[in-house]
């Protein structure tokens, strides 16, 4: 998501100052299906388009501003409904071009009003357990630079061309809390995830499963030498005060 290729320096030529912030077409639908194993459903990003599929407004708002959804608040509409969403542009953007666009989107066809709270919550740090990693088979710098891309499964996860930020952002999701990334390790990395070594994924009785915190930190110490530890402090937060249904594409 983070390499959408800039501005044409012609553009920025022959419309000086010019800053595009809203998209050219988009179409906003119920979903029409469930993307597995991912709660935050798929975001896809090209040079042109945004596509969303399986999404909340909650992860809609996670994008638009650059935070966790565990730093967004609002009625459950934002969270039990969700949308497939296809925006185009006529021309390259960047990310944070892409970003202003969404939070323009959801102001017009969303109706939405909000403001910014300082509220205290548990969040996380991600940092080095183990200095080489553990497995280098499974952690390592990515060899082949591409877009980042990112996958769950049942048993685990894979990742390719991310950063340790953008890893972090990630595991706000199933965590429910921020995660800072404390681990200074710079550039991009290939890693895997197998959850099964740490958890009995055919346990039926959900009370006897330990919580997601618990087996993410033992997978991420057992798998790759990386941690996250408990952190409460102050966070921004994102607090919704009106939602309506989207107007009609």
């Known amino acids: 998501m983070r390499r959408l290729i800039l501005l044409a320096a012609l553009t920025a030529f022959q419309f000086p100052g010019f800053a595009q912030t809203s998209f050219d ?13 991912e709660r935050d459903g ?19 708002l996670a ?17 039990d409904k969700r949308y497939d969403i296809l925006a185009k542009v006529d021309h390259d953007v960047t990310e944070a071009q892409m970003r202003q666009m969404m939070q323009t989107l959801l102001a017009d066809r969303f109706h939405l009003v909000l403001h910014h709270e300082q509220r205290e919550m548990r969040g996380y740090v991600l940092s080095i357990y183990a200095q080489p990693p553990k497995n280098l088979a499974k952690f390592h710098r990515s060899t082949a630079p591409g877009e980042v891309y990112h996958e769950n499964s ?39 995830l197998d959850f099964r070594p740490y958890v009995d994924i055919n346990e039926s009785d959900r009370s006897k499963l330990p919580g997601p915190a618990s087996v993410l930190n033992a ?21 919704v005060d009106h939602s309506e249904d989207p107007t009609p594409n």
Do not use: W
Request: with cysteine.
């Open 219 to 239: 997978t991420l110490k057992g798998e790759l030498g990386l941690q996250i530890t408990s952190k409460k402090a102050t966070f921004d937060t994102l607090v």
């Open 25 to 37: 077409v988009a179409s906003i639908r119920p979903a029409s299906e469930q993307v597995a194993n």
């Open 63 to 79: 994008f638009a501003y650059g935070v966790s959804t565990s730093q967004i608040a609002g009625p459950a509409s934002i969270n």
């Open 154 to 192: 049942a048993t685990g996860t894979v990742a390719r061309n991310i950063t340790m930020k953008e890893f972090a952002d990630f595991l706000s999701s199933p965590l429910e809390g921020p995660v800072a990334d404390e681990s200074n390790l710079r550039g991009e990395y290939d890693l895997e």
């Open 42 to 60: 798929r975001t896809t990003i090209t040079r042109e388009a945004l596509q969303m599929h399986d999404v909340s407004v909650r992860v809609c």
